[in-house]
Structure formats: structure tokens, C-alpha cells
């Protein structure tokens, strides 16, 4: 029989050890309960992006973190003049004894202060963001962003200079125009159009030139509005007097024959990265559909950005030894073997001389494009300023490269018949902001003369511009802005 004078001493210190883990165990919960429910990480708040003004309408982009117990509540306000207005309140209910375990959340708020009856003036944009912490019933803790806004609706003032616009449908005008200084951007919208203005091309620098068109797809009844945005996105448009001519454009039916599709479907398909296929029609419409869209699409990039200044300054050589194949806007129909299988239209002029004759630049200018380019094949782009551009398609060889400047004719490349073009030939096109316009009229001096350089010119004085008051009210100026046809 075992002495229990033996035993006692070792059961005793099995119960410490099992008393002092139970011991540990315990303060480690509670530091871990501490660590958790008592966490002093905050949420936080930023905005995606930034935001200095608010008009009538505008939008919050938030991003809103914890990454402890998780968000249990965000809640968006402005503040102005006594008035608080609720932009966003959300509750996020704890899923687990830990919290939420939402981390994240990203808002795009639209606001109409305007509606909530916030006064125009400062005002304060507050975030308040909570998350599963215990301490948020026992401190009060500030907004996680507390950020001063403007609150602005009143759009900018315009008060148009010119007051006469004569134009033919696909053609192209100057127009003269000052703003309020709260504009930060300005230009002329006709209809699903826009054409930047630009300051700086005269000696006053209050005043903003705008060269627009009306491209070819609109109608004479086409609206041209100068239109200017200050930055809280208010806008203001202000109409002014333009006068269009309609005009007929040319219909032309194009044979698309056998011998032309396997020599060039095949060859453009592969160039441009389209899929291949043996069915040439088929291939032929991706081509003069999908492919035209795309080079589209890539001169409106290319043309997005222009010198903010005249690099021009005389009238724009027609290339020499040349004949028209086709002019401006043509509405053209393909056939093959008797049956309509197309209809596009053709932006552009197409000029015939001698197989791989020089090309010449038609005007001063910098290289903005030399490359291929889709059913242009072989193309330079030259940009002119203030949203003026030239292209010169269809090249056989390019001698110029992006970034060079060039003059009046100077070699650009020689004519060829690369992309789809059925022979050698040059296709030319003028473009304002990207969007394609009557190269006729650039060719002429008496209209540039008329429409834009003298124009131009007679506001070195403003006192002697034509039809310019010396001190017009911008709603008066919107008043007499009304068109007539």
C-alpha cells in the first residue's frame, strides 16, 4: 500500500500546473477579447477621386476599409449654412462574435445638393465610418474624412463674338467667344459632336477660338451651340447664328470583283489580326465594316489632342499632278456578280497621279501618325493645331516619323495601293478633332480667308470686329444667338 504522504505532493503540483494553464488560457482570451473588441485601428475613408466642387448634380467616389472586427456602419453627410444632408446611412450586422467581416466597401454616390436645399457657398463633405470595436460606446470618435467642399450652381457666362456662321453641310467655321473665368473647359457641341475652343491664339487672352464643322451624316437642321463647364460641372450653352446648306452627295455603285477579293481580303485580314476565312465575302464585309469602324475609332484618338496653335498659315496645297477619283462624302454601294452585298460612305478624297508619285504635305504641320492603319493601309497623320488634321492614305512608302514637323510640301511618302484600295492612288482626307470635313474648302484661299485667317484678324481689334459690341451682357448675347435658316 502506497504512502499518501507520497502522493499528495504530486497531485498538488498537477493541480498548479493545470490551475496556471487554465490561468493563461484565460488571459490570453481576454487580451485576445481585448485585442478584438477593444481594437484601436479605425476605419478609413478616401476618395477615389478628387473633389473640390459640387454643382446641382454631382458624384462621391468612396472607398471606405477596416481591416480589424470589420465595418459595422458608414454613414455620408454635406453640410452647409445649418443644413445637413444625407447622402448615404448603411448598417452592416455582426455575422460572428468577431463582427461583420466586411473589410471593404466602394460607393459611387450621386448627389443633388441643390435639391436638399444646401445653400451655394463652403461647405463640409463628412464620412463616418464605425466599426465592431467595444471602445466606440465608450469614446466619441471623430469622422474618419472630414473634407471642405464648394457648392456652385451657377454655370459659367459666354458671350459669343462672331455673328455670322455661313456653312455647307460636311464643312468646317471658326467661331470667337469669351467665357467667364470659372470655365475650365469650352468648346462647340453640334448635336453628338464637340469641338474644343482654345485660348491664347490672339493678343487678348480672354478669348477662346473654336474651329467646328457639321460633319456630313447630320442635317442642315443641325444645332450648333457654344457650350462651357465649370468645375462643378455646370454648363452653360449659348446659341449663336449659323446658317447651313444642304447639299447632295454624290451616289457611286463599285464592282467588287473576284480577282480583287483574293488578292486583298486574305492579305488585309492578316495584317490586321483578323481571323482568317475561306469565305472571301464574308472577310470582305469584316474588312469594309468591322475594320473601317476600327480605323475610325483610332483616328479620333490619334486627333484627341492638337497643338493649341495655328502651325498653318496660307491656304493648302492640292497635291500637284493629281485628278479627283472621287469627292467628299461619297454614298457608295458595292456589288458582286449583280447583288448589293455593302453600302458605305467614303470620307475622303481619292487623287490619281503617276504610280508611286511623291506625296506632299498639303500644309505646315507635325507628324501625329505613320503607320498602318486599317483600311487606309500605309497612312500619315499631320496635325495643323487648334484641332486641324490631314491624312494621306494608301501609301506604298512612308518617309516621315511621328513627332517630326514638316512644311508645306515636303515628302511625306509615295502613293501606293495598300489597305483597300483597288489601284494606286492617294486617299486624302482634312479633319477637324478627328471628325471628317470637305478638304474643297481648305483648298481654297478666299474661304480660309473669309472663315477663318481674317476672321481671326479682325479681333487683334476688338473695337473694329465685325459686328463685336464693346460691352455685351452674356444674356444678351445668348438673345441674339438665336439661328435663322
Known sequence: MLDSSRRDPRGRGLLKRVRLWLGLIAIGAVGYLVVVKFEWW???????????YIGKRGEIALDVADFGTGLASVEVSIEAGGTRYQVLAENYPATSWKGSGIHQKSFTLPVSPREAKIPEGPATLTVVARDGSWLNYLVKRPPVLSQPVQIDYTPPTIEVLTTQHYMRLGGS???????????????????????????????????????????????????????????AGNRRESDFWVSIKPRHFA???????????????????????????????????????????VSEDTIHKVCAQSEPKMLWSEVFLRQ???APLSSFADRRTYKHNGAVIDSQTHLGFDLASLRQSPVAAENNGKVVFADN????????????GIGLFSLYGHLSSIGVTVGQTVQRGDSLGRTGETGLAA????????????????????????????HV?????????????????????????????????
Open 173 to 231: 467655321d471658326v467661331v470667337v467667344y469669351k467665357t467667364s473665368k470659372d470655365a475650365v473647359k469650352s468648346g462647340v457641341a453640334v448635336e453628338q459632336y464637340f469641338f474644343p475652343g482654345h485660348k491664347g491664339l490672339l493678343s487678348d487672352p480672354e478669348i477662346t477660338v473654336a474651329l467646328f464643322a457639321v460633319p456630313q451624316d447630320l442635317t442642315p437642321a443641325a444645332h450648333p451651340k457654344v457650350v462651357a463647364d465649370d468645375a
Open 453 to 485: 485667317t481674317e476672321k481671326l484678324k479682325s479681333f487683334e481689334n476688338p473695337a473694329t470686329a465685325p459686328g463685336a459690341p464693346a460691352k455685351a451682357e452674356p444674356a444678351a448675347a445668348e438673345r441674339r444667338g438665336r439661328r435663322h435658316r
Open 42 to 52: 479605425r476605419p478609413t475613408a478616401t476618395l477615389r477621386q478628387p473633389l473640390q
Open 423 to 450: 489601284g494606286d492612288h492617294l486617299h486624302f482626307s482634312m479633319m477637324v478633332d478627328g471628325y471628317h470635313v470637305d478638304p474643297v474648302e481648305w483648298w481654297d484661299p478666299k474661304w480660309i480667308a473669309d
Open 320 to 322: 500637284p499632278d493629281s
Open 373 to 384: 492603319l486599317g483600311i487606309y493601309g500605309n497612312t500619315v497623320i499631320l496635325d495643323h
Open 251 to 293: 451616289e457611286r455603285m463599285l464592282d467588287v470583283n473576284d480577282d480583287f477579293l483574293k488578292r486583298k481580303v486574305p492579305e488585309l485580314l492578316e495584317l490586321n489580326r483578323l481571323p482568317a476565312t475561306d469565305d472571301l465575302i464574308a472577310g470582305y464585309l469584316k474588312i469594309n465594316r468591322d475594320l473601317r469602324k
